[in-house]
């Protein structure tokens, strides 16, 4: 029996050996290819899982790497690093989202289009707003300030319609209409809640 506690206590002393790092941050998020964002003093950078500093707290804000890359913020303006913490997109964009399904909205003189993975503008920069995209939608707004949805062509699925519209996730998104939320499904007819 005390050798199985001897064992314990040694574990526990490793387990907390490996992660006493994290007190040297503020702010540590979760692990994704490999990288976490971390934070400290207003500033961000990217620990590996021994939570050695691989990407320098030098960003004014980053997101969590998704698809091998990472969007980040210095000097007011948008790039993004890959999972080895390069540089590989200058800083050009006034806003820019994580990659969804192969793009990532960006924002360039006031409106919102979508780049590829090599950064090449796949849908014209023609959106007042847009949200990236899921299970081959993303909602897109105009400059009257309604949602629709538009495929991975940039043809508009759905009319500017809605008030508000959110992500599709298993076949539904939230969207709000004349001030009243409901669920659509991917023909854009109401549904109930997890309605199939």
């Given at each position: 029996?005390?050798?199985?506690?001897?064992?314990?206590?040694?574990?526990?002393?490793?387990?907390?050996?490996?992660?006493?790092?994290?007190?040297?941050?503020?702010?540590?998020?979760?692990?994704?290819?490999?990288?976490?964002?971390?934070?400290?003093?207003?500033?961000?950078?990217?620990?590996?899982?021994?939570?050695?500093?691989?990407?320098?707290?030098?960003?004014?804000?980053?997101?969590?790497?998704?698809?091998?890359?990472?969007?980040?913020?210095?000097?007011?303006?948008w790039g993004y690093i890959d999972s080895t913490g390069k540089e590989v997109e200058e800083f050009k964009y006034e806003d820019a989202g994580c990659f969804r399904?192969?793009?990532?909205?960006?924002?360039?003189?006031?409106?919102?289009?979508?780049?590829?993975?090599?950064?090449?503008?796949?849908?014209?920069?023609?959106?007042?707003?847009?949200?990236?995209?899921?299970e081959g939608l993303a909602p897109v707004s105009n400059s009257k300030g309604l949602w629709g949805y538009i495929n991975k062509s940039g043809k508009l699925v759905?009319?500017?319609?809605?008030?508000?519209?959110?992500?599709?996730?298993?076949?539904?998104?939230?969207?709000?209409?004349?001030?009243?939320?409901?669920?659509?499904?991917?023909?854009?007819?109401?549904?109930?809640?997890?309605?199939?």
């Open positions: 029996m005390k050798k199985y506690f001897i064992l314990f206590m040694l574990f526990i002393a490793l387990d907390t050996t490996a992660q006493s790092w994290t007190k040297d941050y503020d702010y540590v998020d979760e692990f994704a290819f490999g990288l976490a964002k971390v934070s400290k003093g207003n500033k961000y950078g990217y620990v590996n899982k021994q939570g050695v500093l691989v990407v320098p707290l030098i960003y004014d804000e980053a997101m969590t790497l998704r698809e091998g890359k990472a969007t980040v913020q210095k000097g007011g303006k399904e192969g793009l990532a909205v960006v924002r360039v003189h006031g409106k919102y289009g979508f780049v590829d993975h090599n950064f090449a503008l796949v849908i014209p920069y023609q959106f007042e707003n847009a949200r990236g995209f899921a759905f009319e500017y319609q809605y008030n508000f519209a959110d992500f599709f996730v298993e076949g539904q998104a939230r969207v709000m209409k004349n001030g009243n939320l409901m669920m659509i499904d991917k023909k854009g007819k109401e549904v109930k809640e997890n309605e199939q």
